[in-house]
């Protein structure tokens, strides 16, 4: 299963963000399972890499980063991603659509967010944290 992340599920685990920290790690986790590849974009890097510089510093952050892109998969957010997201009237918050738009050009069937109301457009299921993991249940 293709599963996207947003950026705050990225910076609760690279920050250690109780009490978000437990069931994103295990979201980020499934990376390790053979059936499940977990997404992000090169925003959603950004925004958690932006986070985890001002919490531990630049090349702690990097770490942390380095650590994420031997585990996760990324989207690709180019000039359809970016047309997309003009041209859905719909979409309030640009970088959500953004973040919509390279998750399903991936092939991601579900997008994991604690911000779930941001995404309330969506063709494809969005869920925050603990819902998915109840889901896997």
């Known amino acids: 299963m293709k599963v996207f992340v947003d950026a705050n599920v990225l910076v609760s685990v690279l920050n250690r963000e109780y009490p978000l920290f437990t069931s994103a790690a295990r979201i980020l986790s499934l990376a390790d399972r053979p059936h499940f590849q977990i997404y992000t974009s090169p925003i959603c890097l950004a925004i958690a890499f932006y986070f985890a510089e001002k919490k531990s510093g630049t090349a702690r952050a990097k770490e942390k980063i380095s650590f994420l892109l031997d585990k996760l998969m990324i989207t690709v957010t180019n000039q359809e ?57």
């Not at 003009?86 to 911000?115: H, P, Q």
Request: proline share 2%.
């Open 81 to 137: 991603t970016v047309s997309l997201t003009a041209a859905n009237r719909a979409i309030n918050d640009f970088e959500d659509g953004l973040e919509y738009y390279s998750a399903v050009k991936a092939g991601c069937k579900m997008i994991v967010t604690e911000d779930t109301g941001d995404f309330f457009f969506s063709s494809i299921p969005v869920m925050d944290c603990e819902a998915f993991i109840n889901l896997l249940k």
